[in-house]
């Protein structure tokens, strides 16, 4: 009988710790998760923020390109190389179709002055 009661109150004291252990893992594997949401709303602020600061600086550069009638070698390159990365962060906002009016404009390097 003395046997029997011990081994009850083992198996009770053995269900007792699993049970805490998978509790604790349980509220760690929430704070995780509601970490890494946090991370990530954090993560696409920051993605929409650098997308708007290109664009600010994108569309004026690219309409004083447009207007003047040509672009420079290095202004090409300097625009082109942030418009890549304004395009792979998902930016659109009519960017691309002045780039492409401005890859159709004839490229100078400086110092060369329109005739």
Known sequence: MMITACNSAMGTIID???G????MLGGYIRYLIKKQKAEDSVRECLVEGMMWILHDILEPMCDVVINRG??????YENLK???EIYEGLGG???IKQ?????????KKPRGCELE
């Open 92 to 94: 659109k906002n009519g």
């Open 20 to 23: 805490a252990i998978v509790g």
């Open 98 to 106: 002045r780039m492409v009016m401005i890859e159709m404009l004839p």
């Open 70 to 75: 040509f672009v420079y070698l290095d202004e």
């Open 16 to 18: 007792l710790i699993i």
């Open 81 to 83: 190389s942030r418009f």
